[in-house]
């Protein structure tokens, strides 16, 4: 893979793409669920942001160490791959492809043009076809040049970032309301409350891993990468923290708990109506951010399990003028197309989006798994405090597979359905790859 892809990314390409794939329009709406989660109580929701920003941080920190082996290609599917082996490495690729990756890109797109119907008015058909034109454009930046996606990126990032600072410095500067003051009562917090809170926050936080998938075409990726995964979270955690503030600045506890989006109220509290209507704007742009993120990066795991001989060959190619896997860029987006006119993207990704945090457990395992049968292999960086952070982040996707699991028994059981429907197309090309 590495042969012939053009190592151009930069450590600060990647990490404003580690930051630009997480932020979504999370921060901009989920601050209320955390904080009603959480009782209501101010200081319970804040550690709460904090420690599931901790607990993202170990995660990165264990993928730090892998990416900086220089494993198989593909990031967490080579991961995956090198610990546990190539069957369950092609699960989480196949899942990716159908599910997980365009499903996400799909959701984002049809999102987006939710947001447009602001500013222009779309009818249902209207707006599927900008969802649709949305990932076009997508693929196409994607498909000229990584250099190009990459400034895409990068700019879209800078404009997220700028936007969260911004308006999180007004409404600190402005806003009249007490950051702490709260009719809530802190006895009246449920531990299992408090668990669907830390849920929430590792759901607004993921999204970090895409930055691993295209170790091929990073500068020194055993350098770059692994910086950019802890500067990046480190990052987010800073900023989703200070939007937190800004918002119980403006609004007070109460009101924010029961916004539906907190974003566009706060502003409009404290600067008008107008002001807020530039939130709309600025998770336009960060939805198309993030959706743009998967898009540069998912691919790049298309192509080493076909490399591998387990996904279709065409795949395995790289355009030799713009120097990018287009037929496994084309083709995810055309297969995100078809979930974003259908809408059928929308149930998939409800069942199935749990199980990604499954491979993001296996991932973090392969830390201890290849510490353990490969303790001489070089690792230019090693996860300080070994073994807790790989164990509690694997703890930690491990609960939010349970609580899915007991929270919705019948979907979470299709969900795994639907990934076992991989089974057998692995057995016919693991059948060709051996003949």
């Known amino acids: 893979m590495s042969s012939d892809l053009r190592r151009i990314l930069t450590l600060r390409d990647l990490t404003l793409l580690v930051v630009g794939s997480v932020i979504g329009s999370g921060i901009f709406i ?12 101010v200081p319970t929701a804040m550690l709460v942001w904090l420690v599931g920003g901790g607990l993202s941080l170990l995660g990165a920190l264990s993928y730090a160490e892998l990416s900086g082996m220089n494993l198989r290609s593909g990031g967490l599917y080579g991961y995956v791959q090198e610990a ?5 490495a092609f699960l989480y690729g196949w899942t990716l492809f159908f599910v997980i990756g365009a499903g996400t890109v799909a959701t984002l797109a049809v999102a987006t043009t939710s947001y447009m119907g602001q500013f222009v008015a779309l009818s249902p058909l209207g707006a599927k076809v900008v969802a649709v034109g949305l990932v076009a454009i997508t693929a196409g ?6 250099r190009e996606s990459a400034t895409v990126q990068n700019v879209s990032a800078w404009i997220k970032i700028a936007a969260i600072l911004v308006m999180s410095a007004l409404l600190l500067g402005l806003g009249e309301s007490s950051m702490v003051a709260s009719t809530a009562d802190a006895r009246g917090t449920t531990l299992g409350a408090v668990g669907l809170a830390m ?11 895409y930055v691993t998938f295209i170790d091929g075409e990073a500068i020194e990726p055993q350098r770059t990468i692994p910086r950019s995964l802890v ?3 480190a990052t987010l955690i800073g900023l989703y923290l200070l939007a937190n503030f ?7 506890a109460d009101r924010v708990a029961a916004s539906d989006r ?10 008008g109506p107008l ?12 939805m198309f951010s993030a959706g743009h993120t998967v898009v540069l990066t998912a691919p790049r795991a298309y192509l080493a399990m076909a490399r591998d001989g387990v996904f279709f060959a065409k795949l395995a190619e790289v355009n030799p003028k713009h120097g990018t896997p287009a037929f496994a860029i084309v083709s995810g987006c055309a297969w995100t197309a078809v979930l974003a006119a259908t809408g059928t993207f929308e149930q998939l990704l409800t069942y199935v989006v749990f199980v990604g945090w499954i491979f993001y457990a296996l991932g973090a395992a392969a830390v201890i798994a290849l510490r353990v049968r490969r303790p001489d292999a070089p690792r230019p960086f090693r996860v300080p405090g070994y073994p807790l952070p790989p164990l509690l982040f694997v703890l930690a996707a491990a609960a939010i597979v349970a609580n899915q699991v007991m929270e919705q028994p019948k979907e979470s059981a299709f969900g795994l359905g639907i990934v076992l429907l991989g089974v057998p197309a692995y057995l016919i090309w693991n059948r060709k790859r051996q003949d």
Do not use: D
């Open 246 to 252: 800004g918002y119980l600045a403006a609004m007070g």
């Open 275 to 286: 002001a807020g209507t530039s939130i709309a704007l600025a998770i336009i742009v960060s």
């Open 84 to 88: 546990f082996g190539t069957f369950p």
């Open 141 to 146: 930046i994607n498909v000229y040049g990584t």
């Open 231 to 233: 500067l990046g979270t």
């Open 199 to 209: 849920i929430s926050v590792l759901w607004a936080f993921e999204g970090w891993q």
């Open 30 to 41: 989920v601050p209320s669920v955390v904080l009603r989660q959480s009782g209501g109580h």
């Open 262 to 271: 907190v974003a566009a109220e706060a502003v409009t509290t404290v600067l």
